[in-house]
């Protein structure tokens, strides 16, 4: 029973965190935030992964998503570092996230709740093929937005992590004892051979 219950919590803490990386994903995506599409990429595969050996009773598939929750805890860190500007990490390096190819942001910047954006017209500091706009009115800025999401990210893997160590413990302890007890290898129990001759013995009276 205990089993059945790590197995079905891993499962719902999996299902959100897929959840919640496609609900992050998209928003990256129409950002052009172009490093968090391909680090939610591998998370999303790492956690269809971790679903898949929950599943079938893999402990090395949970093994391995443990591994990236560990990874996946430290960019998620890195990003909140990157939001809030702590130390020499700055918003204005923008090549982190878009790997130098545009200019653009988080998609949260413009269409943050009760955001109103202003386009500045005749403004000699945007290059050719962009626009200069001014943000105001937000309730929430965006920087704090992405790290809200993060920290939700960082909340998942934590429990996810604890989940996964623990079916992967059970797994294992349930393969040990059924080596125990023979299992499937060639010691265990052998039916007797028949023999396929027949010695006949004459019978007196």
Request: hydrophobic letters at 45%; glycine letters at 6%; aromatic letters at 16%.
């Amino acid at each position: 029973m205990g089993k059945c219950d790590g197995r079905c919590t891993l499962l719902v803490i999996c299902s959100l965190q897929l959840v919640a990386a496609l609900q992050r994903q998209v928003f990256d995506f129409l950002g052009y935030q172009w490093a968090p599409i391909l680090a939610n990429f591998l998370h999303i595969m790492a956690v269809i992964l971790g679903m898949f050996g929950t599943v079938q009773f893999r402990s090395r598939y949970l093994i391995f998503y443990a591994v990236w929750l560990v990874l996946w805890v430290g960019w998620n860190s890195f990003i909140i570092c990157f939001y809030l500007e702590v130390g020499h990490l700055s918003q204005d390096r923008d090549f982190l996230m878009t790997f130098n190819t545009s200019l653009h942001r988080s998609w949260w910047m413009e269409h943050g709740p009760g955001c109103l954006v202003t386009p500045v017209l005749d403004s000699r500091i945007a290059p050719d093929d962009h626009h200069v706009i001014t943000v105001s009115g937000c309730l929430l800025d965006y920087q704090y937005i992405e790290v809200l999401s993060s920290a939700l990210q960082i909340l998942l893997a934590l429990f996810g992590f604890v989940y996964a160590c623990y079916v992967s413990k059970v797994f294992q302890d349930d393969e040990d004892s059924f080596d125990f007890i023979g299992g499937f290898d060639s010691y265990g129990y052998q039916p007797p051979q028949k023999s396929s001759h027949l010695q006949l013995q004459p019978l007196y009276t």
